[in-house]
């Protein structure tokens, strides 16, 4: 589309030429611009009296070195101040003309411009798609049912007696399985390296996750003994240090320790918990557990609801959001790692392969982004006070600071508005749901 003429034009319509392209169904726009050679001497004019107020020419004193002078000397640095000064104004102008919302930072190239001429050059941008809702009620959404029985309750249960056991020293016999064995421990490299050391280590005997070189060498071990063998850690190994590398170890066996559980009484219910009886803190496993229950089936009916919306709208994505939020999903990555006191620097993964695996994913987040953003609008969802205030609450609460000092700080950082934005669209995604036939099916016969 050309907004050039040989025309007369008013003033307002003459100042420059503009072609808009795009790329097939694609998000990607191609400004070819032109600012006329007037405007463009104009601002050269006004470029070089501004050097040459400030200019250090031999023979002349500050700021009466001849314009003339100035051009020919600093030609290069006062076209590149031209070029800095017009050509983001004309590119903002162009945009607003042509009705686009670029969603990434137009790039500049095929820049023309000679002293006396006009300024050409093309600005490439991504923009959000156009795209037509499809069908967003009445979704027919489905997801497994998830019981809550009392083998869940006793299971958790187990798990809180497990970590309140005690460790009880084993007398007049050799190390046997489901033994812990203390050890004093030196592991020396093959090929050389730095050793692994700990002067006091247990060490479950039998169990799944020991290494099967230290079942083998400490079954039968008594105090006092010392054990020397190697230990070859397989390729994937969790730890990266490790993993994949041969040690030689030098062990002394410090003691023998059986774990001793505590009786499941009213008593470990007193020493677990606030709760005076078992049956009291049975209770309360069984509300959490359901609670978790609910929070997890309210995150698969939103999972299900995006993916049905996203395969029945079908329109390009921009490229620079999709990009961002490969980003996203790998940070998120680094942070889980790092919440298991993993080093992601330490762990033995292809960053880069695992970034371009993230990549279908992150436009299908993309895309059920705007399609909600579409939907929100469309049925006048919005964020009021009270719940922005609230949220605002409940996050300093969690965070140990006002709720007043928490907003100053968000909007400090520019995440304010991110924050609304997430509220919004989980506004949006709630009365989806209710709009939606939503059906319990038996976990065997989920599709």
Known sequence: MSEASSEPQPDSAKDDSTTLASSGASCRRELELEIPAEEVQKAAEKVARDFARIARIPGFRPGKAPVSLIRRRFAEDIKGEVVQSLVPQRVEKAVAEQKL???????????????????????????????????????????????????????????????????????????????????????????????????????????????????????????????????????????????????????????????????LNDELAKDLSDFKTLDELRTDIRMRIEQARDQRQKELVREKILAALVKSHDFPVPESLVEHQMDVRLERVVRSLAAQGVDPRAVNVDWVTLRRRQRERAAEDVKAELIVDRIASAENIDVTEEELQRELEHMAEHAGESATALRARLTKQGALDRMKAKLRSDKTLDWLAQNSRIRTVAAAAAK
């Open 101 to 263: 919302t670029p969603v990434s930072q137009p790039q500049v190239d095929k820049v023309d411009y000679s002293e006396g001429g006009p300024l050409k050059f093309r600005a490439v941008f991504e923009v959000l798609p156009e795209f037509e809702l499809g069908n967003y009620k009445g979704l027919d959404i489905e997801v497994e049912e998830m019981k809550i029985t009392d083998e869940n309750v006793e299971k958790t249960l187990e798990e809180m007696r497990e970590r309140a056991a005690a460790f009880a020293p084993v007398e007049g016999r050799a190390a046997q399985d489901n033994d812990f064995v203390e050890l004093k421990l030196l592991g020396t490299p093959a090929g050389g390296g730095e050793p692994l050391q700990a002067s006091s280590v247990l060490c479950h005997i039998g169990a799944e996750e020991t290494l099967e070189a230290f079942n083998e060498n400490l079954k039968g071990a008594n105090v006092g003994e010392h054990k020397n063998f190697d230990v070859n850690y397989p390729a994937d190994y969790p730890d990266a240090k490790l993993a994949g590398k041969t040690y030689h170890y030098s062990v002394e066996v410090l003691a023998i320790k059986m774990k001793k559980l505590p009786e």
